[in-house]
């Protein structure tokens, strides 16, 4: 289980605001999403475009914080505020980073959905 | 506006996650949501459909928030449209931007579907209320005055224009209103009035008073025009012919005809909103309104439809061909004026 990855409260609250069966359809969409911003994430700095990076980092930082995903959603923070600098001298361990935070945010949202 | 508590709203948000978050809590709200993926298909669907509130995610391709806000501004048809910016967008730059462009209000995601709720409610009901007030300065104003407090909005006080004033009445309206009833009356002076209303107009010009059967109407201000004098000749003339057919069908009904009488001075005059904050009007005011108002009194004796002053006169185009009176003592005027007729 890694349900640490996502804070129960603020996913418990998306749920009563909206109904169980939209947020499964919402996660089913981030699930969907979200893989598509870590390879826009990667495309982006290996381009050298710092306005994309930026985005696609805003993007995933919004949608990880609506499901609670806080550290994702930190992480993501990160990335959108420092730019590509701090990646290419990190050798892009941050957005690695992300990307393992994500793979334990989209197995603790199955869980959650199928649960 | 649905069941009196929703409206109909446009969500625009790139993410795909965001847009149907946010659909999904205001249509839980009794609202009518549409959405758009960028700003450039919002501002379509925001000329092409009627909304009552936009709820604008700044970052976006092909059209930022920023650029929406600006053009919705821009816009007379959409700028009095509530905007709610709904962002995640980082530092308070933005938040300033967004106002200082008119946005109604920020939000930062994820958005709390409670504040979001109180918020929206807010600024449809004031939403409401500038429709309401529109819709008054509509009915009660001549369309380029709605339009020109639209655009600089109200402030009592006037400025110095270069027009034309025209007033024009029915000759004999006591009597003839003492030999019907007053439901044909009525009648009559609606019919005069639009008939009226539709000379001034497709020449230009406002109607800024009617009072029983007599109007004053202003050519060059609030709108100017190249020849605002020659405008009201035609304006007069087109009066008259109106009248003239419609003196046609009441004698086909076996209605008295009815006569009118107009005059017309041209010259340097302070136009602007009289009254006060609560109740104001747009008008003329100087010597060359006072002057009209008396050529309009003197038709009567000069047995002449319209009569004009000098400055008007002077203005005219020559297909317009007026007589000349020689000078004539008004009333109210210490010297005589020269007076034309046409």
Do not use: W
Not at chain 1, 68 to 81: I, S, V, W, Y
Not at chain 2, 112 to 128: D, H
Not at chain 2, 198 to 218: F, K, N
């Amino acid at each position: 289980m890694n349900l640490s990855a996502i804070d129960r409260a603020t996913y418990d609250g998306l749920v009563e605001s909206t109904g169980d069966e939209f947020v499964c359809e919402l996660v089913d969409t981030f699930l969907a999403e979200a893989p598509r911003m870590l390879d826009e994430l990667r495309d982006a700095y290996a381009k050298d475009d710092a306005e994309r990076f930026r985005r696609a980092a805003h993007s995933l930082k919004s949608n990880a914080n609506t499901f609670g995903a806080l550290t994702l959603g930190q992480l993501a923070r990160e990335l959108e505020l420092g730019g590509l600098a701090p990646i290419r001298s990190a050798a892009a361990a941050p957005i690695d980073a992300a990307a393992s935070e994500y793979a334990r945010v989209s197995q603790a949202l199955e869980e959650l959905t199928r649960g | 506006m649905a069941d009196g508590h929703g409206g109909r709203l446009l969500l625009v948000d790139d993410n795909k996650v965001n847009r149907l978050l946010l659909a999904r809590t205001l249509e839980l709200a009794g609202h009518r949501v549409a959405s758009a993926e960028n700003g450039r298909v919002a501002l379509e669907m925001l000329r092409r459909d009627g909304y009552d509130l936009l709820l604008l995610d700044i970052e976006m391709p092909e059209m930022d928030g920023f650029q929406v806000l600006e053009q919705v501004r821009g816009d007379l048809a959409l700028r009095d449209m509530p905007v709610i910016v709904t962002s995640s967008l980082e530092g308070l730059d933005s938040v300033v931007r967004c106002i200082e462009l008119g946005a109604e209000d920020y939000l930062t995601k994820p958005v709390n579907p409670v504040l979001l709720k109180a918020r929206i409610g807010a600024s449809l009901e004031k939403k409401r209320l500038r429709d309401q007030q529109k819709e008054f300065v509509r009915r009660f104003a001549a369309p380029e005055v709605a339009q020109d407090l639209q655009q600089s909005g109200f402030a009592l006080g006037g400025k110095r224009v270069h027009a034309s004033v025209l007033f024009a009445d029915i000759r004999g309206f006591t009597p003839l209103a003492e030999a019907q009833a007053p439901e044909e009356t009525i009648e009559l002076l609606n019919t005069y009035y639009t008939l009226m209303f539709d000379a001034v107009a497709s020449h230009g010009g406002i109607v800024s008073h009617i009072a029983g059967d007599g109007l004053m109407a202003i050519f060059g201000a609030p709108v100017e025009l190249a020849n605002p004098a020659d405008a009201a000749v035609r304006s007069a003339l087109e009066m008259i012919e109106m009248i003239e057919l419609f003196n046609v069908e009441q004698t086909s009904a076996g209605k008295p005809e009815i006569r009118i009488g107009v005059g017309i001075a041209s010259g340097e005059m302070v136009a602007g909103y009289t009254g006060t904050n609560e109740r104001a009007t747009y008008t003329c005011i100087g010597d060359v309104v006072n002057l009209a108002s008396r050529l309009e009194q003197h038709t009567k004796a000069a047995k002449r439809a319209i009569l004009v002053d000098a400055t008007t006169r002077r203005a005219l185009s020559s297909s317009l061909s007026p007589e000349a009176l020689g000078a004539v003592a008004l009333r109210g005027k210490t010297q005589s004026v020269e007076v034309f007729a046409l």
